[in-house]
């Protein structure tokens, strides 16, 4: 089923004879629309986009000017093999935001979830999950593989190197980077080191009193204390792990394959029990 054209798309607009677009699409001037391309009803597209299929988009998405979405993968091994990337509904990708296609080496598909901000000039990788609500700030850079959970933050200028996984409510901060797991929860600052707990994005979520000063706990047994990290997975488990938000803590440091990072002992303020 070909495109209709109509009053919302612009005349300059190249669209291709396999996109199909929901009548309500706004598409603006010389965006490019090609292959296999699905997008859901009450989406803009803005001037010198560019969607590339096997791509499926749902509903309500902003793409700003500039913006590439679905580009082969920057992979070596990648051989042109028929791969893609789903975004779910509600997200924003602002000027020049990139996303590539994933690869047969991966999950084949990139996959983003809904109401996620992605700003100017940030760019996802192949084969990377994003989550929901998670907030990508401008230039931050997302390597392949890599999982982004629900509600982190990516500050500006900040990398995050491949098959990475950044829990739920993390952040990490402005120029940072990270070659290692950041937890849920866990601020991030610099390279490779935290620094505390998000305690900011733990209070916008609603998180109880109790369950943030259990987090604090957590975060001294890990962090503080020098023990083995399974011993104190397990410490923590067993004193703590009746809180919903410790139990997620845990088990991702468990599932963790490349590990975390260590923390900087000078921020004390960020893990004390208050």
Same mark, same amino acid.
């Given at each position: 089923m070909a495109l209709a054209f109509s009053e919302t798309v612009h005349a300059t607009a190249i669209i291709d004879p396999e996109a199909v677009l929901a009548p309500d699409v706004q598409v603006g001037p010389y965006a490019i629309i090609?292959?296999?391309?699905?997008?859901?009803?009450?989406?803009?597209?803005?001037? $010198?986009?560019?969607?590339?299929?096997?791509?499926?988009?749902?509903?309500?998405?902003?793409?700003?000017?500039g913006a590439v979405l679905g580009k082969s993968p920057q992979h070596r091994g990648y051989r042109d093999e028929p791969t893609g990337v789903r975004i779910g509904d509600h997200n924003v990708f602002r000027e020049f935001v990139t996303v590539h296609r994933g690869t047969v080496q991966g999950d084949r598909v990139t996959t983003i979830g809904d109401h996620n901000l992605f700003m100017c000039s940030s760019h996802i990788g192949h084969d990377v999950r994003v989550g929901d609500h998670c907030t990508v700030v401008n230039?931050?850079?997302?390597?392949? $593989?890599?999982?982004?959970?629900?509600?982190?933050?990516?500050?500006?200028?900040?990398a995050v190197q491949q098959r990475v996984r950044v829990g739920r409510l993390a952040m990490l901060g402005g120029m940072g980077a990270s070659s290692k797991d950041i937890p849920p929860f866990i601020l991030q600052q610099g390279y490779n080191c935290v620094t505390g707990l998000?305690?900011?994005?733990?209070?916008?979520?609603?998180?109880?009193n109790q369950a943030i000063n259990a987090l604090r706990q957590a975060f001294r047994i890990l962090y503080r204390e020098g023990r083995p990290i399974s011993a104190a997975v397990e410490r923590i488990s067993g004193d703590l792990g009746e809180f919903p938000e410790v139990a997620e803590f845990v088990e991702f440091v468990r599932e963790s394959k490349i590990g975390i990072n260590p923390a900087r002992s000078s921020d004390r303020e960020n893990y004390e029990i208050q």
């Open positions: 090609e292959g296999s391309v699905r997008v859901g009803p009450g989406c803009v597209i803005e001037g $010198h986009a560019c969607l590339s299929g096997p791509l499926t988009m749902g509903r309500n998405n902003f793409v700003g000017h230039n931050a850079l997302v390597a392949g $593989h890599a999982v982004l959970g629900d509600s982190c933050i990516l500050s500006g200028n900040t998000n305690l900011v994005g733990l209070r916008r979520a609603g998180s109880s």
